[in-house]
């Protein structure tokens, strides 16, 4: 099993930025070469995949609707995984887990159901 506990939520104005965090217990990621991301969950919606990232960090994949405004990136000997949101617009507004994949899956998911582990998330607000 892995442990996901994410930080770095709140509440921003449109336009602004928000760097979430997230730092992994139990089987880490490195040691299991594990594919890494980003899914978030807004009221009343399904959850959708936001960012992944590969075991090596040299891939990365986004959701159409983040590109170009959010970087995922990784420390392995950290056990830890960050998003860097910039340009935050209301329809972001969502609850944001990370997510692990199987072990030795390396690359990165483009689905939550690539996705086996994750958080309990962090609440990011941004207001109009």
């Known amino acids: 099993q892995v442990q996901l506990v994410e930080s770095g939520g709140g509440l921003v104005q449109a336009g602004g930025s928000l760097r979430l965090s997230c730092a992994a217990s139990?089987?880490?990621?490195?040691?299991?070469?594990?594919?890494l991301g980003w899914l978030r969950q807004a009221p009343g919606k399904e959850r959708e995949f936001v960012a992944g990232?590969?075991?090596?960090?040299?891939?990365?994949y986004y959701a159409d609707s983040v590109k170009g405004r959010f970087t995922i990136s990784r420390d392995n000997a950290k056990n830890t995984v960050n998003l860097q949101m910039n340009s935050l617009k209301p329809e972001d507004t969502a609850v944001y887990s990370c997510a692990a994949r199987q072990p030795y899956y390396t690359d990165p998911g483009r689905r939550v159901q690539d996705y086996n582990y994750w958080g309990q998330g962090t609440q990011v607000t941004v207001s109009s």
């Open positions: 139990g089987r880490t990621f490195n040691n299991y070469r594990m594919g």
């Open positions: 990232i590969s075991w090596s960090g040299s891939n990365t």
